[in-house]
């Protein structure tokens, strides 16, 4: 008889259901021979037959379950070392995936770092050249001013200087034609 041992994928169950089996079987088959010889010879070389038949199927079936115990431990212990290495395995893959999306993660987060240090960077630059624009349009526009208001200025205090000039010299002419007049006393002596 030919023994397999049950691979991981086998059901272990059924293949024990086989082997029980096929050792029932073979006691029936043991029993009947043994009826069969003991209806044709009733002697005591049958007897001892009989009990050398029993003892002997006795011995093989113990063996046979010896065996079969043996089968179905290894069995077992070939799946629980299988399920142990696959879930061995199954640990290892999850962590080296859990890693692989930290890294991922991580370098998002560089990436959007970078992204917002550079956009900081631009705007900063930008808000300086407004300024700087700005700040010459405003100096620009002061010169012009302070151009403006020199030249009004100018312009009036020149006009401002004409007129009182032109008083001055109307002041001096008066005051030049009050001293060709005769004295107050003169005028009323004469009157």
């Given at each position: 008889?030919?023994?397999?041992?049950?691979?991981?994928?086998?059901?272990?169950?059924?293949?024990?259901?086989?082997?029980?089996?096929?050792?029932?079987?073979?006691?029936?088959?043991?029993?009947?021979?043994?009826?069969?010889?003991?209806?044709?010879?009733?002697?005591?070389?049958?007897?001892?037959?009989?009990?050398?038949?029993?003892?002997?199927?006795?011995?093989?079936?113990?063996?046979?379950?010896?065996?079969?115990?043996?089968?179905?431990?290894?069995?077992?212990?070939?799946?629980?070392?299988?399920?142990?290495?696959?879930?061995?395995?199954?640990?290892?893959?999850?962590?080296?995936?859990?890693?692989?999306?930290?890294?991922?993660?991580?370098?998002?987060?560089?990436?959007?770092?970078?992204?917002?240090?550079?956009?900081?960077?631009?705007?900063?630059?930008?808000?300086?050249?407004?300024?700087?624009?700005?700040?010459?349009?405003?100096?620009?526009?002061?010169?012009?001013?302070?151009?403006?208001?020199?030249?009004?200025l100018e312009k009036r205090l020149g006009e401002s200087f004409k007129l009182v000039s032109k008083r001055l010299d109307a002041?001096?002419?008066?005051?030049?034609?009050?001293?060709?007049?005769?004295?107050?006393?003169?005028?009323?002596?004469?009157?």
């Open positions: 008889m030919h023994w397999r041992v049950a691979l991981p994928g086998d059901n272990p169950t059924v293949t024990t259901e086989v082997l029980l089996a096929a050792i029932a079987v073979l006691v029936v088959i043991n029993l009947i021979l043994l009826v069969r010889s003991m209806n044709r010879k009733p002697s005591a070389d049958a007897t001892q037959t009989v009990r050398e038949e029993f003892r002997s199927g006795r011995e093989e079936a113990a063996g046979r379950s010896r065996e079969l115990r043996e089968e179905v431990s290894g069995s077992l212990a070939k799946t629980a070392e299988l399920l142990t290495t696959t879930i061995g395995q199954l640990g290892t893959t999850q962590k080296d995936q859990l890693e692989s999306v930290t890294k991922q993660v991580h370098s998002l987060v560089e990436t959007n770092q970078q992204r917002m240090d550079g956009l900081r960077a631009t705007i900063s630059e930008q808000l300086n050249e407004i300024r700087e624009a700005n700040e010459k349009k405003l100096e620009e526009m002061r010169r012009t001013v302070d151009e403006k208001l020199q030249g009004t002041v001096h002419k008066g005051l030049g034609e009050m001293q060709n007049l005769p004295p107050v006393w003169v005028i009323s002596k004469t009157c």
